[in-house]
T-cell receptor, first 112, second 113 residues
């Protein structure tokens, strides 16, 4: 039969609105988390990271929230712009190791 | 500053041929990673190196795949012989140290006919 690819959840947001992309991570021992943005035809691009001793970190127009109790990570993008359209991946890493486990990704579509 | 540089950007070849993908990490980064991305399986780690030494190659699919890092500024991923199921985008990434973010190149899109 025909192979079925990964189904990427899609978030559609009006330009200027805020976006929230969610991620459930798998390993309770993970203590370092990263958000990546991947545009078509390009490699994943680092956006922001957070370590497990924090629950919130802010960058330029982006905020990452970490809830270790429920193993949940979110990325908030303020005033979403057309250039934010991409696939966003969360990634987790366990301290002392360098193997990164990537989520399946969320596609963000910005409606002009 | 130059990021991770990969070559070629695209490769199309017939099954059975040898394929060599190349990567130049960011200068000063001591860890290098090879990933494969497909629609079916997403982003998978194949192998990574610390200070030019392979640390974990458990993600390498089979013996047809091999990777080398002869020096701090160059790595290759080789597939011999190639098969159609190897078709994917292959990414190289580097990081400054343990528990630092990995920075990716723009990948090699490989098509095996």
């Amino acid at each position: 039969g025909e192979s079925v690819g990964l189904h990427l959840p899609t978030l559609s947001v009006q330009e200027g609105d805020n976006s929230i992309i969610n991620c459930a991570y798998s390993n309770s021992a993970s203590d370092y988390f990263i958000w990546y943005k991947q545009e078509s035809g390009k490699g994943p691009q680092f956006i922001i990271d957070i370590r497990s001793n924090m629950d919130k970190r802010q960058g330029q127009r982006v905020t990452v929230l970490l809830n270790k109790t429920v193993k949940h990570l979110s990325l908030q993008i303020a005033a979403t712009q057309p250039g934010d359209s991409a696939v966003y991946f969360c990634a987790e890493m366990q301290g002392g190791y360098q193997k990164v486990t990537f989520g399946t990704g969320t596609k963000l579509q910005v409606i002009p | 500053d130059a990021g991770v540089i990969q070559s070629p950007r695209h490769e199309v070849t017939e099954m059975g041929q040898e394929v060599t993908l190349r990567c130049k990490p960011i200068s000063g980064h001591n860890s290098l990673f090879w990933y494969r991305q497909t629609m079916m399986r997403g982003l998978e780690l194949l192998i990574y190196f610390n200070n030019n030494v392979p640390i974990d190659d458990s993600g390498m699919p089979e013996d047809r795949f091999s990777a080398k890092m002869p020096n701090a500024s160059f790595s290759t991923l080789k597939i011999q012989p190639s098969e159609p199921r190897d078709s994917a985008v292959y990414f190289c990434a580097s990081s400054l140290a343990v528990n630092q973010p990995q920075h990716f190149g723009d990948g090699t899109r490989l098509s095996i006919l």
